[in-house]
């Protein structure tokens, strides 16, 4: 079906071409892999000098803005002119552009080059991870410590570095997904062949202007776009760029103003492939003027929402971030107001004492540990997502694929490998399934999908009308199929490909079965006679080969075989079997049908002489781009988990309802992209949810789509590989791109890329999602627990009780971020309870924590706060009830608390040593509250005894000895010699060591929290069983 030709060895020359695009801006690495690798059949054209390309004449360029170049000449768009206009306007001919001409266009339009987004400057991206409500918060607190006690900073130097960490690690997790992703891009700078001044000359790609005649081959991309002005066999791959999975045959003919651009058949664009035959044609749009740029345009423009956490996490740090104020104004309220009822003169003093109990609360609410651990536990997810080949290029977006509730994908090379595949075989009397995918040359034939057993098939292979097919299949083409690197490609047209690919299957590797029987004579296809033919020495016979479409071979043929004897073939027998491999046309399948004769000796093989009658008919097979084998599994896994999947593609209709039937994602209607241009908005938000096809789609129509259904309320995936997907990509919740197949603007453009282009891995992605949030509740129900019990027991001591406090701001920051760190990150490693596939997506607008966990978080406060209370009010006394209270009936009273005023006095440190110890008490029972308590939030209906295990998540088992191990080393540091355990106990945390019996006290008053909580969970099981009978 295309041109006969030698392959030619391929070869590549770098050029630089400088780093400045006409608008200033660095270029796309997408502009650099636009234009074909050249041939070394083309060695000998001259090529332009270095000196010409990048010396003075550049310099004068890397200023200058650059005007646009229309679309369109007099204002008719360049498809609708017939040739003699588009030069007209351009004003250029046959020979080309002038050297003169180079220099002023190169001055009004620049280079042919995509500008890329800018990227943010590495010390901007690391800032940005500071930016979080939670981090606001603690920033806040950390500030207004600073200022009260400008001569203690310890607080604040404790905060700022563990913010630091967090933004350290997070910037270098994000760094190496951005690596990867660049690692995936191609390199390569692309040359191309244009005609200036009556000669062909190879330049980079990126020197190309408007109105350059450039020469377009079999191979190669199109650098440009191009309006074509004469044509040979010539036919485009445009699936990148409209996802139409057939390769569209192209002409130089003015065609009307009013079509789609999949429609343009005179119009070759930038991106695209040329499949086969050659071209020529002159140059009307560069760099950010193609449609290319547009689209790259568009998605620089796209700004991607803010993911579901984001907007949780947000909504949690406004909602501390009031309680936190409100309770420091009621403190200080109630306290400044008690001073002015008291008659106290020095309320300034009042203020700042309050302050400082004020903060400490603050720090307390805040839960300082949550950043930290919430990009710990975020990057796991990163990290198991690599493992199954996905990159995920925003560690936020993991989680965000676990709210996903719609995935919108394209179907060329996404849903289907993108690779035209012989899925079915008809003889006359017989029809099979052909197995295997793509162009790996391994499948058997199937009927009712099951394989054909050995004997059926050696009954089969030696039957002639089979044989006589398999080997038209083998040699009847033009196309080249290759294995580089483990993975299987074809060169030539698509069709040549499949049929190649089912001859391998037959009969062998074709390569050498051409070889046994080489090719004396061809007829090429032509759009007229809609067929191609070959003559082979076949057998030690000559034999003549037709295939092409059923239409145009069926009525050449006269005879059919029976029983290895060619008979007569009817007219109503002909009939016959046009209805049956109609049956494959009704599946969308492209039907070629072949028919063969052998030549008499006499037979001349002319040119211009047709050999193609009196055939014998051997047999027809459809050829159809097929679903990727993992796709359907994916997509019913899918709807089990409540996540609708939509299909959006350039494509036909009819091709595309037919491989969302066989997908299982056809349970909506289908709309047509002339449909959906007919509707409005509204119309369109009515009908979204509703469609489950959308066919004949723009750019501009899936980003509609993908806006339509955020306005309704759904998380939206979007995947696709293809450049018409990337706006799309760059507008949904999460964009997923392809890693082999995609191309570099939808890679730029993604959130996860699928290195492996299995599209199972999404749901795996939806799966890992679900999990990480189920974690994060965890430990956000672990932490905030925590909080609260932290914020009631310094609330109800001081303002309640008018008690010494409990814990120092030191002390809760220790808890919050040392302590309950490495618990919290083992939550973050639970495995997951249940299957999280088998229930629909959470709702979009609920609280991070919602209603249960609230309720929950306040028992188990509510349980730490009475324990800790009771520790520290028996440990301490009447010393917790103020300042020199409790220290006997001998002891000085009066002098202690004017030594208070100043802040030391052997009086006043007597008293603070003792406060330490109760201090101490309530800091340890505290701690060891939490490492029961990490067992409870491993699940909040479960048992963690009698139904997961204590021991089960060794995650957790490790962080709990290392946080009694920190614990021991804080309270008993200065005993056990350890280095700095005076300055780390004596001055930063002020605890003083513990004797045996008091740990055996901490240990049982903590170990309520686990015992209480196991109780809640037995009578809420039961209380599930009384309403389920």
């Known amino acids: 079906m295309s041109t006969p030709r030698t392959m030619p060895t391929m070869r590549t020359r770098t050029v630089s071409s400088g780093t400045v695009t006409s608008a200033g801006m660095k270029g796309s690495s997408v502009a650099a892999t636009t234009c074909r690798i050249i041939r070394s059949s083309s060695k000998h054209r001259p090529k332009v000098s270095d000196h010409h390309l990048h010396g003075q004449t550049m310099l004068s360029f890397t200023n200058m803005a650059p005007s646009v170049h229309p679309q369109r000449g007099e204002g008719i768009p360049w498809h609708a002119l017939e040739n003699d206009r588009v ?265 700042v004492d309050q302050f400082i109990v004020a903060i400490a609360i603050f720090v307390a609410i805040v839960p300082e540990g949550l950043p930290i651990i919430l990009v710990i536990t975020l990057s796991l997810g990163m990290r198991n997502m690599a493992r199954h080949r996905a990159i995920i290029r925003q560690m ?141 020495e076949y ?95 994916a997509i019913a896994r899918c709807h089990k988990a409540g996540i609708d999947v939509k299909m959006i593609t350039g494509d036909q209709q009819a091709t595309a309802e037919a491989i969302a039937q066989e997908l299982g994602c056809d349970d909506g209607s289908s709309i047509s992209g002339r449909e959906l241009r007919d509707m409005d908005e509204d119309d369109l938000r009515r009908r979204v949810e509703g469609a489950s096809i959308y066919s004949r789609v723009t750019p501009v129509d899936k980003m509609r789509i993908v806006t339509a259904l955020q306005e309704k309320g759904h998380v939206v995936a979007m995947t696709g590989d293809g450049v018409n997907d990337a706006p799309a990509l760059a507008q949904a919740n999460i964009g997923v791109a392809m890693g082999i197949a995609g191309t570099d603007v939808a890679k730029d453009a993604a959130d996860m890329i699928l290195q492996d282009d299995n599209f199972a891995n999404i749901v795996q992605a939806v799966e890992e999602g679900r999990k990480i949030y189920s974690n994060i509740r965890n430990f956000v129900r672990y932490q905030i627990s925590t909080n609260v019990a932290a914020v009631l027991l310094l609330f109800v001591s001081t303002l309640v009780l008018g008690w010494e406090l409990p814990l120092t701001a030191t002390q809760i920051l220790v808890i919050n971020i040392l302590m309950d760190g490495p618990p919290a990150v083992a939550l973050g490693m639970e495995k997951r309870h249940g299957e999280v596939m088998d229930r629909p997506p959470r709702p979009v607008g609920e609280p991070l924590p919602n209603v249960q966990d609230i309720s929950l978080i306040l028992f188990l406060g509510a349980v730490m706060v009475t324990g800790t209370m009771i520790v520290f009010g028996l440990a301490g006394g009447e010393i917790i009830t103020g300042p020199c209270q409790g220290m006997g009936a001998d002891f000085d009273v009066a002098s202690c608390l004017e030594q208070e005023e100043t802040g030391s006095g052997p009086l006043y440190d007597a008293w603070q040593q003792e406060l330490r110890h109760s201090r101490t008490m309530a800091f340890s029972v505290f701690i060891v509250y939490q490492l029961f308590n990490v067992l409870n939030c491993r699940s909040g209906e479960r048992s963690v005894v009698f139904d997961l295990g204590l021991f089960s998540n060794r995650a957790i088992n490790y962080a709990t000895m290392i946080s009694m191990g920190l614990l021991l080393m804080f309270v008993q540091g200065a005993n056990i010699g350890l280095p700095f355990g005076d300055v780390v106990v004596g001055d930063l945390l002020k605890t003083t060591t513990l004797e045996s019996q008091d740990w055996l006290v901490v240990i049982l008053v903590a170990s309520t929290v686990l015992v209480m909580d196991e109780f809640r969970k037995i009578i809420r099981l039961a209380l599930t069983k009384t309403d389920t009978v």
């Open 396 to 536: 936020k977006a993991v989680e965000t694929l676990g709210s996903t509730t719609v995935i919108c994908s394209d179907k060329t090379g996404t849903l289907t490998t993108n690779q035209m595949t012989v899925k079915a075989l008809a003889t006359y009397d017989q029809t099979f399934d052909v197995g295997g995918e793509g162009y790996k040359p391994i499948g058997t034939l199937e009927r009712d999908g099951q394989s054909l057993d050995e004997e059926a098939t050696s009954t089969l292979q030696r039957a002639i009308p089979f044989r006589l097919l398999a080997a038209g299949l083998s040699l009847s083409h033009n196309a080249v199929i290759q294995q580089e690197e483990g993975l299987w490609s074809a060169i030539g047209d698509p069709t040549d490909a499949a049929c190649a690919v089912a001859g391998w299957k037959l009969n062998g590797d074709v390569t050498k079965f051409a070889s046994l029987h080489p090719r004396l004579h061809e007829q090429v296809f032509d759009s007229v006679r809609k067929r191609m033919s070959t003559v082979h």
């Open 539 to 633: 057998q030690g016979e000559r034999w003549l080969f037709v295939k092409g479409a059923t239409s145009s071979v069926l009525p050449l043929c006269t005879q059919r075989f029976e029983e290895g004897e060619a008979v007569a073939f009817s007219a109503q027998e002909a009939e016959g079997y046009d209805d049956r491999v109609g049956e494959l046309a009704d599946r969308a399948m492209r039907v070629i049908t072949f028919g063969a004769r052998q030549l008499d000796d006499d037979e001349i093989l002319d040119p211009d002489v047709s050999l193609e009658e009196n055939l014998i008919l051997l047999g027809s097979v459809g050829i159809i781009d097929p679903p990727r084998a993992e796709v359907a599994d």
């Open 87 to 351: 030069s007209e306007q351009l004003e250029t001919g046959p020979e080309g552009l002038t050297d003169a001409q180079v220099f002023q266009l190169r001055d009004r339009h620049g280079f042919n080059r995509l500008t890329s987004k800018v990227r943010e400057p590495a010390w901007l991206r690391f800032l940005n991870q500071y930016n979080d409500p939670l981090n606001f918060l603690l920033i806040g607190a950390a500030l207004i410590a600073l200022a009260i006690h400008p001569d203690q900073p310890g607080d604040a130097i404790f905060i700022f570095i563990v913010l630091t960490a967090n933004a350290v690690f997070g910037y270098w997790q994000e760094g190496k997904a951005e690596e990867a992703v660049e690692r995936l891009k191609s390199s390569v700078v692309s040359q191309c062949v244009v005609v200036r001044d009556g000669r062909d000359i190879e330049i980079p790609a990126d020197m190309l202007l408007p109105g350059d005649l450039v020469r377009l081959e079999e191979g190669q991309k199109v650098p440009a776009d191009v309006r074509l002005t004469s044509t040979m066999q010539f036919t485009v791959d445009e699936s990148a760029l409209t996802g139409e999975s057939l390769p569209r045959k192209k002409g130089a003919d003015a065609l009307a103003e009013d079509l789609l651009l999949a429609e343009r058949d005179n119009m070759a664009y930038m991106g695209t492939t040329v499949s086969t035959g050659r071209g020529k044609g002159l140059v009307v749009g560069i760099g950010m003027e193609t449609q290319l740029g547009r689209i790259a345009a568009d998605i620089q423009e796209a700004e991607p929402p803010k993911t579901p956490l984001e907007l949780k996490l947000e909504s949690l740090g406004r909602f501390l971030g009031f309680i936190a104020l409100l309770v420091a104004v009621v403190i200080v309220g109630v306290e400044l107001g008690k001073a002015i009822i008291d008659g106290q003169g020095d309320l300034f003093s009042v203020v």
